[in-house]
């Protein structure tokens, strides 16, 4: 269909009509090769040609250059050869005819033809009798040049000179935005693979079964984000008689850490730290501030610059049902009562300096005596710092709410959780690991 004439314009639009057809298919395409040919199409519904041959000096050593394309009317000529895919495969030449027209780094316009014999084209385009050579810039540099020729010996006038330099060099830019948008679309799709491989990975290194503690009901809870995150969480245990033999404490522990960022880095970092807990011995105590500290310790000779860990661990005696836990940077557990009306409470620590920051930190244990009945929940930032789309954080008011709101079933701990979190979201996707560790004491 025509575009609208409005009064004064001249009634053949057959020119404007092929540039239309052929914009069109440049932008329906993905393949460069493909491209240049529609545009080759377009160039000649306002400067008329017969052939065509396209040049490459990018990444060249100066005066060299490589034949991209050779067209006779829309016939390709000899072997097609993918420029873009293989490039490696186009001779590359010196001299002749192409390389006196390019050392000038301007448009030219050549008469009376006739190539013969030329080291490049070789007789391919010896029937034609002008030329006009035209530079394709990129980066303000002539990296790409078009070659097109007529039967006439008479060239090109200065108008279409012009107009010719114009549309080529603005269908080449299409052309490269449109090959810069294929790569990054690749790119993009080859770093989402990577990194769904690197959170399964992840997720891998994290307990595949919970323990079974003494008088101890536990339910983990893992919700990964879109990006491989570090979240962490593990367990240790003495046997009976190494509990026993440390006079009943600490007779299992276990830990909760979280490794700032997202992405590979922080999926390594908390690779390292799963290697570094699975090395750590347990006797003869399990002691949750000297955990941390070789902790820290590791991860700085590890080299963790740029990032750092939050983390908490505890130790238990089911016994005395006595409590011991340290905290370098991370939130306080949470302690829920039995009975509905029982307030949701921060167990007391103090929160030292988070690992993978500074040598020779200390920290703190602090103690707390469990009852039956209790139960006790560790998690990491992402639970907390979860926003909304109005950029709300879900916060440790809203995580008190949801655990109020329910038995105290470590199953039911985690469902009321995470369906408070998934409102407050309303569908924004997590930007973090949301990480729950839930036990409850039996008598």
Do not use: P
């Given at each position: 269909m025509s575009p609208t004439l409005s009064a004064g314009q001249p009634a053949d639009t057959s020119r404007l009509d092929g540039l239309i057809e052929?914009?069109?298919a440049i932008s329906r395409s993905d393949d460069p090769t493909e491209i240049g040919r529609h545009a080759g199409r377009g160039i000649r519904h306002f400067v008329p040609f017969d052939a065509i041959a396209s040049v490459s000096v990018r990444d060249l050593p100066a005066g060299c250059y490589k034949v991209t394309r050779r067209m006779i009317g829309n016939r390709p000529l000899r072997e097609a050869v993918n420029p873009w895919r293989d490039w490696a495969r186009?001779?590359?030449h010196r001299g002749g005819f192409i390389g006196d027209a390019i050392s000038a780094h301007r448009p030219r316009v050549f008469t009376g033809l006739y190539l013969r014999n030329d080291p490049a084209l070789g007789d391919d385009f010896g029937e034609y009798g002008s030329c006009l050579a035209t530079p394709l810039f990129d980066g303000g540099e002539a990296l790409n040049w078009n070659f097109i020729f007529r039967d006439s010996p008479d060239g090109f006038t200065p108008s279409e000179v012009e107009l010719m330099i114009l549309v080529s060099n603005l269908l080449g830019q299409a052309t490269?935005?449109?090959?810069?948008?294929r790569k990054v679309e690749e790119l993009n799709a080859?770093?989402?693979?990577?990194?769904h491989e690197v959170a399964e990975l992840q997720r891998s290194l994290l307990p595949r079964r919970l323990p079974d503690f003494p008088q101890i009901e536990m339910v983990a809870h893992y919700q990964p984000c879109e990006q491989a995150g570090g979240d962490y969480y593990d367990f240790a245990q003495m046997t009976p008689e190494q509990c026993a033999a440390a006079g009943g404490s600490g007779c299992w522990g276990a830990i909760v850490a979280d490794v700032a960022g997202h992405g590979a880095r922080a999926a390594v970092i908390m690779a390292m730290m799963q290697s570094i807990v699975h090395a750590y011995p347990i006797t003869p105590r399990l002691q949750p501030d000297r955990v941390l500290e070789h902790l820290n310790e590791q991860l700085l000779a590890k080299g963790i610059d740029r990032s750092f860990v939050t983390a908490l661990c505890m130790s238990y005696d089911p016994l005395s049902r006595a409590l011991r836990f340290a905290?370098?940077?991370h939130y306080p557990p949470r302690l829920k009562k039995p009975g509905a009306e029982s307030p949701v409470t921060a167990l007391p620590v103090e929160a030292g300096l988070p690992l993978g920051i500074e040598p020779r930190v200390r920290y703190e244990v602090s103690t707390a005596e469990l009852q039956v009945g209790d139960t006790l929940v560790l998690y990491t930032d992402g639970v907390?710092?979860?926003?909304n789309a109005k950029r709300e954080m879900f916060g440790l008011g809203r995580l008190d709410a949801a655990l109020h709101h329910c038995s105290g079933e470590p199953g039911c701990v985690v469902e009321s959780v995470t369906t408070a979190l998934r409102e407050h979201e309303s569908g924004q996707p997590p930007a973090d690991d949301q990480t729950l560790l839930v036990m409850k004491v039996r008598g």
């Open positions: 052929s914009l069109r186009l001779e590359t490269r935005n449109m090959v810069t948008a080859r770093i989402t693979t990577q990194l905290s370098a940077g907390i710092e979860s926003f």
